[in-house]
C-alpha cells in the first residue's frame, strides 16, 4: 500500500492547517489509518486515528483541536488542524496498520507510511 500525503505548510500559532493523506487501494477493515507526528531529536508520536467504523483517537494533546475523517467516495482521509500551537510543529506522517496497535496511537511495526509533510506553527 502506498500513501500520498498532501497539504500542511506553516501558519501561524492560533490558525488552521489541513493535512490528507490517499491510500493507493482501499485497505481491510481491521486497518486503520492515522496520523504520527514527529519534531527532530524526537520520537515519532500518536496524533490522530480512525478505524473502518469512522471511530477516531486522539493524543491528549490535540484533542478538541483536531479531526481526523474519512471521504469514501475519494477514499482519502485528513487531519483537520485547529488552534495550532508552536508545538505542533513538527513532521506529520500518514500510516496505516492493524488497529489492535493504531487505536492505542501505538505505530505497528509493519504498517504502511507516507512520505511526510511538514507542519510549522510559528508564534
Known amino acids: 500500500v502506498q500513501l500520498v500525503e498532501s497539504g500542511g505548510g506553516s501558519v501561524q500559532s492560533g490558525g488552521s492547517l489541513s493535512v490528507s493523506c490517499t491510500p493507493s487501494?482501499?485497505?481491510?477493515?481491521?486497518?486503520?489509518i492515522g496520523w504520527f507526528r514527529q519534531v527532530e531529536g524526537n520520537e515519532r508520536e500518536g496524533v490522530a486515528v480512525?478505524?473502518?467504523?469512522?471511530?477516531?483517537f486522539y493524543a491528549a494533546s490535540v484533542k478538541g483541536r483536531f479531526t481526523i475523517s474519512r471521504d469514501s467516495a475519494k477514499n482519502e482521509f485528513s487531519l483537520q488542524m485547529n488552534s495550532l500551537k508552536p508545538e505542533d510543529t513538527g513532521m506529520y506522517y500518514c500510516?496505516?496498520?492493524?488497529?489492535?496497535?493504531?487505536?492505542?496511537?501505538?505505530?505497528?511495526?509493519?504498517?504502511?507510511w507516507g512520505q511526510g509533510t511538514q507542519v510549522t506553527v510559528s508564534t
Open positions: 487501494e482501499l485497505l481491510s477493515s481491521d486497518m486503520c
Open positions: 500510516t496505516a496498520g492493524i488497529c489492535r496497535l493504531l487505536r492505542r496511537l501505538t505505530e505497528d511495526p509493519v504498517g504502511y
Open positions: 480512525i478505524d473502518s467504523d469512522d471511530d477516531a
